[in-house]
C-alpha cells in the first residue's frame, strides 16, 4: 500500500505527540517517589518507561473507542479528513510544549481532544462537534475528579499518620512507606501505558481508516501499536523533569506516607474510573491526590498559588489547543501549500521553545540543585501546626 | 450529562479500597515497629522534602532506636506475633497490587 503524503504526516505527528505525552505524564506516577527519596530519579522514570511500553501492548480497548462521541464521524455524520486530524495534532503538541515550559501537569488527552475540535470547527463546522458530550466527558470531570481525589488522598495520609504515630522520641518506622511507594506509583505507571498510548493508536487507526487504508471498525494494527508503545515510552524516559519538580515539590513537601497515600489513591482512583466506564484525566487525578495528601500531614503547607496556576492551566488547555488547532486547520484549507506552512510554523514554534527551556535547564541531575546539599537537618518528630505568620516559608 | 451514578461509585470504590490498602500498610509497619523490627529505609538520593541526617546524628538516632528495641516490654511471643501480624498486612497489600494489575490488564478478566 502506497501512503499519501498527508497521512504519513499525520502518523509522523502522532507519534511525536505520543512522545511529548510521554514526558508530560512521568510525573504522575515518579514525581512523588522522586520527591521521599524512594527512588533514584533515573530509575524512576527508567521503570515508568518501562511499564508504559508494556501497558502500551497490554490493551487496545482504549483506542477502539477514542474520539468517538466528541467528533461526529462516519455513518451518516460528518467525515473527519486526515488534515484535520493534522492541524488538531499540531494544536496539541504546540500546548503540551507551552505547559512543559511553565512546568504545568495538564492534561494531553484535553490537549489532544481541543486541538481536534478546533480543528474540526473550522475545517466542517461547529455543528460537528458534540458540545454536550465535550461537557460531560471532558470538562465537568475535570472539575470533580481533582477534588473528590484529594478527598481520598486526604484521608489516606490522616489515616497513614494515624496508625503509624507512637509516642514522641519512638522510632515510627515511617521510612518503610518508602519500598511500598515503589509498588504503587508502578501501578500508576503501569495503568497509564494502557491508557495513554491507547488515544495515538487511536487517532493513526481512524487516519488510515479515513484514507482508506484500513477497513472500517478494525482495530489498530500490530506496527501501529509497536510504534506508540515505543513513543510513549522514549518520551516518558526523556522525563519531563519541570513538571516532575511541580508535582513533587511545587505543591507541598511530600514525605513518605503521604507520598504511598497519594499514590494509592491515584491508583485506586484511575483503576475504579477506567474500570467502571467513568474516564478521568490521570494528570488530574495525580495532581488532586498530591495536594489532598499535602493537606493531610500536620504541619504541612500546600501552596495555593502553584495549585491556581495549574487550575488556570487545565481550565485553559482545552480553548488554547482547540484556537491552536483551529489556526492550523484553517491553514491546512489552503491546500498542501496550506499543510506545507503548518509544518514550518509548526517546527518554529516547537523549535523556539526549546531554545527557550535551555536557558533554564532542569533535568535529573540539577533537579535538587535549588537544595543546599550539604545542608544537614532534623525535621521534627511531632512537629508543632505552623502558625500562620510562618506557613508561606519553605521548612527546611 | 454526567452520569452521578457512576461517579458516585468510582468515588466510593476509590475511597474504600485505598483506605484499606494504606491502612493495611501503616498497620504493618506500626507491628513491625512494635516487634522490634524498625523498618529503616534510606532514600535513595537526597531530596528537599526528606529528613537528611549527619553520620553523627544517624549513629545516635540508631543508638537511640536499639535502645527502644531493647526496652521492648513485650514478650517474645508477643513479639512474634505482633511480627506474623505485620508480614500477614504486607501480604494483602501484594495482593492488593496483583489484583490492580489483574484489573489494569483487559485479558485477564474479559
Request: proline fraction near 4%; charged fraction near 15%; charge should be positive.
Amino acid at each position: 500500500m502506497d501512503f499519501s503524503l498527508i497521512v504519513a504526516l499525520v502518523i509522523a505527528l502522532a507519534l511525536i505527540f505520543d512522545f511529548t505525552n510521554g514526558f508530560h505524564d512521568t510525573a504522575n506516577a515518579m514525581a512523588t517517589p522522586i520527591a521521599t527519596g524512594a527512588m533514584k530519579p533515573k530509575v524512576a522514570v527508567g521503570i515508568a518507561a518501562i511499564l508504559n511500553l508494556v501497558g502500551a501492548f497490554l490493551s487496545t480497548e482504549v483506542a477502539r473507542t477514542v474520539s468517538g462521541g466528541i467528533i461526529k464521524e462516519g455513518d451518516g455524520g460528518i467525515q473527519i479528513t486526515p488534515e484535520m486530524i493534522f492541524a488538531g495534532l499540531i494544536g496539541a503538541i504546540v500546548w503540551n510544549l507551552i505547559t512543559w515550559l511553565r512546568g504545568l501537569p495538564s492534561s494531553s488527552s484535553h490537549a489532544l481532544f481541543g486541538g481536534l475540535i478546533g480543528a474540526t470547527v473550522i475545517g466542517v463546522g461547529a455543528q460537528a462537534v458534540a458540545f454536550d458530550v465535550v461537557v460531560a466527558k471532558v470538562i465537568l470531570p475535570a472539575l470533580i475528579a481533582p477534588v473528590t481525589v484529594g478527598i481520598v488522598a486526604f484521608i489516606a495520609t490522616r489515616l497513614a499518620y494515624a496508625i503509624t504515630r507512637r509516642e514522641q522520641g519512638k522510632p515510627d518506622g515511617r521510612g518503610g512507606f518508602r519500598y511500598a511507594q515503589i509498588f504503587s506509583s508502578s501501578l500508576v505507571a503501569l495503568s497509564h501505558g494502557t491508557n495513554d498510548a491507547q488515544k495515538t493508536m487511536g487517532v493513526i487507526t481512524l487516519t488510515l481508516i479515513a484514507g482508506g487504508y484500513q477497513a472500517v471498525g478494525s482495530g489498530p494494527q500490530f506496527w501501529v501499536v509497536a510504534c506508540c508503545a515505543l513513543a510513549i515510552a522514549i518520551g516518558t524516559y526523556t522525563g519531563g523533569w519541570r513538571i516532575i519538580l511541580t508535582m513533587g515539590r511545587g505543591l507541598t513537601e511530600i514525605k513518605p506516607a503521604q507520598g504511598f497515600a497519594a499514590e494509592t489513591s491515584t491508583a485506586a482512583t484511575i483503576l475504579a474510573s477506567s474500570h467502571l466506564g467513568f474516564a478521568l484525566s490521570t494528570t488530574q487525578v495525580a495532581s488532586g491526590s498530591v495536594i489532598g495528601s499535602g493537606l493531610g500531614r500536620r504541619g504541612s503547607t500546600v501552596r495555593w498559588g502553584m495549585a491556581g496556576q495549574i487550575a488556570l492551566g487545565w481550565l485553559l488547555t482545552l480553548p488554547a489547543s482547540a484556537i491552536m488547532g483551529a489556526f492550523a486547520a484553517g491553514l491546512a484549507l489552503l491546500g498542501p501549500i496550506g499543510i506545507f506552512l503548518d509544518v514550518l510554523i509548526g517546527t518554529i514554534v516547537v523549535y523556539i521553545l526549546f531554545r527557550w527551556s535551555k536557558r533554564d535547564r532542569v533535568s535529573h541531575d540539577n533537579l535538587h540543585d535549588i537544595d543546599d546539599a550539604g545542608h544537614v537537618v532534623k525535621i521534627k518528630k511531632t512537629p508543632r501546626k505552623t502558625p500562620r505568620k510562618d506557613r508561606e516559608k519553605v521548612e527546611l | 450529562m454526567i452520569d452521578w451514578a457512576a461517579f458516585l461509585v468510582v468515588a466510593a470504590a476509590a475511597l474504600v479500597s485505598s483506605a484499606i490498602v494504606v491502612s493495611l500498610y501503616s498497620l504493618g509497619l506500626r507491628l513491625l515497629t512494635t516487634a522490634g523490627r524498625i523498618p529503616t529505609v534510606d532514600p535513595a538520593e537526597f531530596t528537599g522534602a526528606i529528613t537528611v541526617l549527619s553520620p553523627a546524628r544517624a549513629a545516635k538516632e540508631a543508638k537511640k532506636a536499639r535502645k527502644a528495641r531493647k526496652a521492648n516490654p513485650l514478650t517474645a511471643g508477643q513479639k512474634r506475633l505482633a511480627l506474623l501480624g505485620g508480614y500477614a498486612c504486607f501480604t494483602i497489600c501484594v495482593l492488593a497490587v496483583l489484583y490492580g494489575v489483574y484489573l489494569i490488564i483487559p485479558a485477564l478478566h474479559s
